[in-house]
């Protein structure tokens, strides 16, 4: 449930995850609510003020003597000015904010964020909708048409039919999936899934049904599963017959077709916005495409223009698909594809080979880094993050699709990919953003890494102030501390020292993950020698991302990967919420490691 407070500088919206100031209001004086706001508010403030500054957004306004209704861009361009009249504006966002004024206002893009203007004090009110709620389950039978009933029902998540909807804001989470011998639809659900106008006829088989999640769930298409293993699969509109290959060209031509359909939505809202322009928007007159008249199309009509534009023409010179996924064809997936189908990545099936011992040797971090001569000095030494035998891992090299970023939900450790397993997505629903500092905890359990503790957590102190890092450094920890480390709640567990088959190294020993009874760090770096299974367990038990290692690592290249590690992640990349309540997708850092030479693989995510 989201409740509106205020403070001092305007409102916030407080949630079980979210906790956002979603307007800033210019000498905001509190007083009753007074007026009416619609039903898809849940709370409600009132005030008096000269402006508020909003979160930026679609933005909707509506005028209420009239019935007349306009879409500002965002940000907004000039100034906008609106005559004395009642209005209700509605910024559609990470949270939907309703606004309610009467009388003379001006819109202006203030920098960036939308601001509204009076020209004396005006009496508001603001009005938030909660969509901060849990998704719905649906529960099918474990068969192919059960998966095609949940998957044609994954639409529910979009906010909007409109070219809109290619906006991440405009997409919430998708219902999850269960699987039982009673199919269950919540009302709710069906109410946000109306017969689609888009069919996709699919071979009864997960292969096919897999990777056409993600283009069923943005078309909000209704997936029927053909009898007979030899059906062609097919997307059918009223006056379309889009036939595909068969696999394995398949699901390459299904995320080609999700590209062309995402990104000239893109373009045609791009030009829908108020006369707000990108450098792509010529784009469309080059293929014959009407961007006034497809911003008030149907899907369907949308996609069978899509369909018939030179769209190879222009393909060029648009962006790179953001992110492919690469997800085994099981039920136990399955269940995992509504976490993902909220980023509309591709969907591929898993395909990987060997990785030959001359490629291992080739991923040097010696090369990564040009290492110097005393490289060679510190090899001969044996300085490396492992006391014992560590337990190695066998890598191998997926074939990757397009995409700028590539994420591995199946069996095997892959390279040049991230590592996901099903359960960092559940997990991550157990920690809400945080709207207090973030708690970093710095274990340094050897004494020779002293200089890279050190230099560890002057990066974090020299975090910016906005992130606000409550930042603690513990040395020389024993099994028990160090358990109660991870067991404790912390954003950040960022462990240095060494790594063998009796688990991390403490002074009294080797503290095995499996012992814990949970895991609450929400994100972890063990930047110690082959500590891969270690980083699998702390997942497994509660964990949403790390940074782990395949296998032995010189202390010198392991300091540079951790300290580097560390900037990156003050910076904004990785799992942990901000403060804002704007976070990031669980198991989504990129993979920092090479090999150094000794067929060893350092730096890894999961």
């Known amino acids: 449930m989201v409740t509106l407070t205020v403070t001092d500088t305007g409102v916030q919206a407080v949630g079980p995850d979210t906790a956002t100031a979603v307007v800033t209001a210019d000498g905001w004086s509190a007083d009753d609510p007074s007026h009416e706001l619609p039903r898809a508010a849940v709370d409600s403030v009132g005030g008096v003020t000269t402006g508020l500054k909003l979160l930026p957004g679609v933005i909707r306004l509506r005028r209420l003597d009239s019935e007349t209704e306009r879409k500002l861009a965002a940000p907004v361009e000039g100034t906008v000015q609106l005559p004395a009249a009642p209005y209700l504006l509605c910024v559609e966002g990470a949270v939907t904010i309703f606004i309610r004024f009467d009388g003379e206002a001006t819109m202006t893009g203030a920098g960036g964020d939308p601001l509204l203007s009076f020209s004396d004090c005006r009496r508001v009110t603001v009005g938030v909708g909660d969509r901060s709620e849990r998704p719905e389950t649906v529960t099918v039978s474990q068969t192919p048409e059960g998966v095609a009933t949940a998957l044609s029902v994954m639409s529910a998540g979009h906010l909007t039919a409109t070219p809109d909807r290619s906006r991440p804001e405009m997409r919430a989470s998708p219902p999850r999936i269960e699987f039982g011998s009673v199919t269950t639809i919540p009302d709710s659900v069906a109410a946000r899934n109306p017969d689609s106008a888009v069919v996709f006829e699919l071979p009864p088989s997960l292969d096919y049904l897999v990777p056409a999640s993600s283009l069923a769930h943005y078309l909000g298409a209704e997936i029927r599963v053909a009898d007979g293993a030899d059906v062609s699969p097919t997307l059918r509109t009223a006056t379309l017959e889009h036939e595909f290959e068969p696999n394995p060209r398949y699901q390459s031509a299904v995320a080609s077709l999700l590209r062309r359909v995402f990104l000239l939505d893109c373009l045609v809202r791009g030009a829908d916005s108020n006369g707000r322009d990108v450098a792509e928007m010529e784009l469309l007159d080059e293929v014959g495409l009407d961007a006034d008249s497809l911003s008030r199309s149907d899907i369907d009509e949308r996609l069978e223009a899509y369909l018939d534009a030179p769209f190879a023409e222009i393909s060029d010179r648009l962006p790179d698909w953001h992110l492919s996924m690469y997800v085994s064809p099981s039920y136990d997936r399955v269940r995992t594809l509504p976490y993902l189908l909220q980023n509309v990545p591709n969907i591929f099936l898993p395909e990987a080979k060997p990785l030959g011992t001359d490629e291992r040797l080739s991923r040097s971090l010696d090369d990564f880094y040009r290492a110097d001569n005393t490289a060679a000095d510190e090899e001969t030494a044996g300085n490396t993050r492992a006391t014992k035998t560590v337990p190695g891992v066998t890598p191998v090299k997926p074939v990757l699709g397009p995409g700028r970023v590539h994420g591995w939900l199946a069996d095997g450790v892959p390279i040049d990919v991230f590592k996901s397993i099903s359960s960092a997505y559940e997990h991550r629903a ?156 669980p198991s989504l850092w990129a993979p920092v490691y090479r090999s150094n030479g000794r067929s060893e693989f350092p730096t890894r995510t999961l």
């Open 430 to 585: 157990r920690y809400p953003a945080n709207s207090q500092s973030l708690s970093v905890v710095a274990v340094l359990n050897d004494r020779r890494m002293i200089d890279e503790s050190t230099d560890a957590a002057r990066i974090y102190e020299s975090a910016p102030s906005e992130l606000d890092l409550d930042v603690t450094v513990k040395k020389r920890i024993t099994r028990a501390e160090l358990a109660a480390v991870f067991e404790s709640h912390h954003d950040l567990v960022h462990y240095i020292g060494h790594c063998d088959e009796s688990g991390l190294r403490c002074p009294d020993g080797g503290l095995a993950i499996t012992d814990l009874e949970v895991s609450n760090a929400q994100t972890f770096v063990l930047n110690a020698c082959g500590s891969y299974y270690e980083g699998l367990e702390l997942v497994e038990k509660g964990s949403v991302a790390g940074a782990v290692t395949f296998d032995k690592v010189l202390d010198r290249h392991a300091a540079r990967v951790g300290t580097t590690f560390v900037r990156l992640l003050i910076r904004g990349t990785g799992a942990i919420p901000r403060p804002s309540g704007r976070g990031y997708a």
